[in-house]
């Protein structure tokens, strides 16, 4: 079992930057593809971004492509999301996730470990 915890919701306005991280707890996550997934009200659960074992490889939504950036700190057991240049449609809630495949998904159906997410709310 894995436990993830997020943090580093906020609100912020329009431009601005915040970092959230995810804290695992109970397995290391090396062995885990990490990802962040965010929900906004009455909408499914998106994709956002993911990062293979090593941390080598990254894959993110078009729609954050530029502005935000995904690392992990395996030593640490923790995934950060960095957020730039923030947007009022980038408001949702972000959830962390791990994957025990070794290979790449964006489907939330492919993680096995999820967090409770944090609140992030871009005002204009």
């Known amino acids: 079992q894995v436990q993830l915890v997020e943090s580093g919701g906020g609100l912020v306005q329009a431009g601005g930057s915040l970092r959230l991280s995810c804290a695992a707890s109970?397995?290391?996550?090396?062995?885990?593809?990490m990802g962040w997934f965010r929900q906004a009200p009455g909408k499914e659960r998106e994709f956002v971004s993911a990062?293979?074992?090593?941390?080598?490889?990254?894959y993110y939504v078009d729609s954050v492509k530029g502005r935000f950036t995904i690392s992990r700190d395996n030593a640490k057991n923790t995934v950060y999301l960095q957020m730039n240049s923030l947007k009022t449609e980038d408001t949702a809630v972000y959830y962390c996730?791990?994957?025990?495949?070794?290979?790449?998904?964006?489907?939330?159906?492919?993680?096995?470990?999820w967090g409770q997410g944090t609140q992030v709310t871009v005002s204009s």
């Open positions: 996730a791990a994957r025990i495949s070794t290979t790449y998904s964006n489907n939330p159906g492919g993680y096995n470990y």
């Open positions: 109970g397995r290391s996550i090396s062995n885990y593809y």
């Open positions: 990062i293979n074992r090593s941390g080598l490889s990254t």
